[in-house]
């Protein structure tokens, strides 16, 4: 296990056993822990915005966007890897999520990959480590600003959640200051010929309406079949286009 230089780190899991008289001393991050509650009082959950095979979950770049508003408050992140062996000599890669603060406090969560469950006869071991890189991002991004996993962005933004429902959030987080309009961005590229892009609003609107609805995944599921029938799955950033929002508001009517 590579060192760590600073007492303040969070020793969540360890290679090797913890004598009895180990004690790990936290230094106090008061500046962190200040501008984390304020994040905290107005954002509480990250939105569901992709699916896989065992139900929706929350995607990197959607965890992302969802603690963006915490530099706000002076917060930013990186993630760090490091390497080390377990007691059989085996290779552990170790992901490090630093949560730190403008002030220079930080508190670090270590968690690790064994190589091993990264095994895949089909695959590419560094593929199958770049997948495991990202699900532990995920899964510590949103455990290190304290957010669960919400359907919707009603329920995703507890606060605000009081003056929407599933009938009317549509129309007021267009109408007003709602930080549902703080979710995906439509992306800068320029539509090509033929094409035209959505507005901000157009892509906010659309996409709050189309996750009020019961049969989002069903939709969903008919424009990945027609417009990126090889991705894996889409993205509600993949929804760019006039032609795209015409062909999904057929099914919302």
Known sequence: MSEQNDEQTWKL????????????KIKPTPKLAKALAQFQKVYA??????????????????AEQAVSPATEHGLCHTFITECSTDAKD??????????????????????????????????????SIGSAFTYTRRYMLLAAYGLGQADD?????????????????????????????????VTPTLAPEGK?????????????????????????????KTYFPSKDKVLATDIEFKEHEAYIRKFMV
């Open 90 to 127: 085996q290779p552990i890669i170790w992901m490090v999520c630093r949560l730190m603060h403008e002030s220079g406090e930080f508190i670090d969560s270590r968690l690790p990959i064994v190589t091993e469950w990264c095994e895949n006869r089909n695959k590419n071991k560094y593929f």
């Open 45 to 62: 959950n990250a939105v569901r915005d992709a699916a896989g095979n065992f139900g929706s979950y929350v995607s990197l770049a959607e």
């Open 196 to 224: 035209t892009k959505l507005s901000q609003d157009e892509f906010d609107l659309l996409r709050a309406e189309l996750n009020s609805r019961p049969d989002k995944a069903d939709i969903m599921k008919n424009f990945k």
């Open 153 to 185: 962005e009603a329920d995703a933004w507890s606060q605000k959640a009081a003056d929407t429902d599933n009938t009317g959030k549509a129309k007021k987080a267009r109408n007003s200051n709602s930080p549902i309009n703080s979710g995906a961005k």
């Open 13 to 24: 899991v360890e290679s090797e056993p913890i004598e009895s008289n180990r004690i790990y």
